[in-house]
């Protein structure tokens, strides 16, 4: 027989097995790299929308008070603009009425002076047509 020539390979085979296991070690922590870096992203966004939603409440919040507010604001607006209405209604019906007053008035005093007038006439008459109205003027009994 012939001798071969036979090298010993285990030295080559156990490098490469490290070599796979090595790659395949780096294979897994890249991967686990990833998925935190993944991880801490969607940390990071869950964190700024938690920011964001927070800023909103608050400015919803404070936006809900103006609100409130402005209607409170409102509501008195109104109720003081029905009072003046009322008070309104109320000074026309009193102007009214004093209107009719002074309508009445005003026919007593031009009764008046027509009275007067007629006083003054009788005045101008004669002592005779005096004494004849005065006459007049008297009941009969």
């Known amino acids: ?5 036979v090298l010993d390979l285990s030295p080559l085979e156990s490098l490469l097995d490290s070599l796979f296991k090595f790659a395949a070690s780096y294979d897994q922590e ?3 790299l990833v998925d935190k870096t993944c991880e801490d992203e969607k940390l990071e966004l869950i964190s700024k929308s938690k920011e964001h939603l927070e800023s909103f409440k608050i400015e919803a919040s404070e936006k809900v008070k103006k609100v409130s507010s402005s209607e409170k604001k409102l509501k008195r607006i109104v109720k003081r603009l029905q009072t003046l209405q ?3 209604e109320n000074l026309e019906g009193v102007r009214e009425a004093t209107q009719k007053e002074v309508e009445e008035i005003q026919v007593k005093v031009s009764a008046v002076e027509t009275e007067v007038s007629s006083y003054n006439n009788v005045n101008l008459l004669t002592v005779d047509d005096s004494a004849n109205l005065e006459e007049q003027e008297k009941p009969r009994d």
């Open 86 to 88: 009322q008070k309104r």
């Open 1 to 5: 027989m012939k001798k071969a020539n």
């Open 30 to 32: 890249r991967s686990n």
